[in-house]
């Protein structure tokens, strides 16, 4: 019998691929008429390659994820920098050195820089929430201008109703570090995410089937379930449903203009009801004579992105999981099937362990 992988993303590729190579055979679904899942690219009606999903950056730490990717596609270096409007100026985040001297005016060493953060830091113990976080790292008025409206928008919540986990994504640096990552790898795939992962699906024991619902198909022909799509709704959102956060992607392409801003993304915690604009050809090293832009809006309603980490829906999370647990037939892997806000590489690490655990072979195995 067949293994059946829901979800042509991260989490269902990787164990697709995975079973294929274990000489498997798998059907992939997706819903979505389109495989690699929120990281899906492609070129948009002016040729420049986008992501529809809003900027995906790949960065690890993690060798073995790096090496296994790297079967798959080739590389081209990139260090994302972001940098935020407040009041009418762009500045360095995370916040550096650079962003403290240029907002206040002043000319502080390292050391001095290091100095200042100690002065206005907030210290709070234990750290609890997001709020925890910022305010023991950089206090109140940075907070204020950087964080503080910005996760308003991308959450509907306040800081101090959100997960510590949140804004831990986002270190407080004294030196000019004006990277968004620092990874020992970052790079992006050479001829984009969605060439790789069909590389990675392009093996004569997987079947792709697009357009297709798990829910459309009879589960008893296939041996084994791998499930990435929500855990809510695997089980009919028995205990009701757990909160997603959506995004409304508005994609522009401006004609005869080489550059829209000075670096990958620019966020704008303060201003418009978009959290970001993210300019595709720093991502992806592209020439064209025009340029291509996203916005994000951030909403309550449609698609799932991003888990709400919150100890409320963690609890929720909880009771879904104890369903999971007991289905031996179905094994729940990814972002939205473990509920939890993970990083691409955090998922094909994880999809690795998965595989391993079903006896589909190791990575760190060398392999013909
Ligand atoms: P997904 O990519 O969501 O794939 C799940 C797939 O399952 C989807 O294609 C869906 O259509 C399908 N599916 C769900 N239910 C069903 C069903 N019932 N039947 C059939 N198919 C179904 N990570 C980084 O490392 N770097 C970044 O820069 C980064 N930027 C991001 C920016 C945004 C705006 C978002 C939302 C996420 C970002 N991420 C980033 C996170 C990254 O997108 C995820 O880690 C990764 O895509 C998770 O892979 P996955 O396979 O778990 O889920
Ligand atoms: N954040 C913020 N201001 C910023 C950047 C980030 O307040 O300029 C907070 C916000 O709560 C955000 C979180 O930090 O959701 C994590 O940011 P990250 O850029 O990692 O979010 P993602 O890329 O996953 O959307």
């Given at each position: 019998m067949a293994i059946l992988v829901v979800g042509a993303g991260f989490a269902g590729t990787v164990l697709a691929e995975r079973a294929a190579f274990a000489g498997k055979q798998v059907v992939v679904l997706d819903r979505r008429t389109h495989i690699a899942g929120n990281a899906y690219d492609h070129p948009d009606e002016h040729g420049v390659l986008v992501h529809r999903y809003g900027p995906h950056i790949f960065h690890t730490n993690a060798p073995h994820v790096a090496d296994y990717l790297s079967r798959f596609t080739a590389w081209r270096d990139y260090e994302h920098r972001v940098l935020a409007s407040v009041e009418g100026e762009l500045y360095p985040i995370p916040i550096n050195r650079i962003t403290i001297n240029r907002l206040y005016g002043m000319n502080l060493s390292e050391e001095e820089a290091a100095a200042y953060l100690d002065k206005v830091r907030e210290p709070r113990?234990?750290?609890?929430?997001s709020e925890d976080v910022v305010l023991s790292s950089v206090g109140r008025d940075l907070c204020d201008k950087f964080f503080r409206n910005y996760t308003r928008k991308q959450w509907g919540m306040d800081l101090s109703e959100l997960a510590a986990l949140v804004a831990a994504r986002i270190p407080t640096r004294s030196?000019?570090?004006?990277?968004?990552f620092t990874d020992s790898f970052q790079k992006m795939p050479r001829d984009g995410f969605t060439r790789m992962f069909q590389n990675m699906l392009d093996h004569p024991n997987i079947r792709v089937e697009l357009g297709t619902d798990f829910k459309e198909v009879d589960r008893s022909h296939f041996e084994h379930i791998f499930y990435s799509g929500p855990i809510d709704e695997y089980f009919d959102h028995r205990f009701g449903k757990l909160p997603y956060r959506s995004l409304s992607f508005q994609h522009e392409h401006l004609q005869d203009q080489q550059q829209f801003q000075p670096v990958g993304t620019v966020n704008y915690p303060n201003d418009f009801a978009f959290t970001r604009i993210t300019e595709f050809k720093h991502l992806t090293g592209q020439t064209h004579t025009g340029t291509s832009i996203v916005r994000e809006y951030p909403q309550a309603?449609?698609?799932?992105?991003y888990p709400v980490p919150s100890e409320q829906n963690q609890q929720l999370y909880k009771q879904y999981q104890a369903l999971a647990d007991a289905e031996t037939s179905t094994t729940f892997v990814g972002r939205l099937a473990q509920y939890r806000y993970l990083n691409m590489d955090q998922v094909v690490a994880q999809a690795l362990v998965v595989a391993e655990r079903h006896g589909l072979g190791s990575v760190r195995e060398p392999e013909p």
């Open positions: 113990d234990p750290i609890r929430t030196n000019d570090d004006d990277r968004y309603e449609g698609d799932p992105y």
